[in-house]
Nanobody, 115 residues
Framework: QVQLVESGGGLVETGGSLRLSCAASGANFMFDAMGWYRQAPGKQRELVAIIIPNGTTSYGDSMKGRTNISRHRARNQVNLQMDNLKPEDTAVYYC?????????WGQGTQVTVSS
């Protein structure tokens, strides 16, 4: 059974930084795209960043310029560095992985940015 486990969320002050990590277990295959999404209360889930096997990255507009996604493909791990955080970045952040066997989601990690 494939599981994605996120870590690194927490409480940070405005302007601070956090690094989220996601590790996959139970997968004897490598994922294609891996990425991060977030969902704030009362809002739809939105893309934060995604990375594909050749290293190409794409960022959502809301955090562009303040985030960096990286990946250790052989380990099926993906990280998200977030800088200059703002209160509107408060949300649950979800790891996502796509493969030919389907899409997988982590349970989410809470990020709270205090003003």
């Amino acid at each position: 059974q494939v599981q994605l486990v996120e870590s690194g969320g927490g409480l940070v002050e405005t302007g601070g930084s956090l690094r989220l990590s996601c590790a996959a277990s139970g997968a004897n295959f490598m994922f294609d795209a891996m990425g991060w999404y977030r969902q704030a209360p009362g809002k739809q889930r939105e893309l934060v960043a995604i990375i594909i096997p050749n290293g190409t990255t794409s960022y959502g507009d809301s955090m562009k310029g303040r985030t960096n996604i990286s990946r250790h493909r052989a380990r099926n791990q993906v990280n998200l560095q977030m800088d200059n955080l703002k209160p509107e970045d408060t949300a649950v952040y979800y790891c996502h992985a796509r493969s030919r066997r389907g899409d997988f989601w982590g349970q989410g990690t809470q990020v709270t940015v205090s003003s």
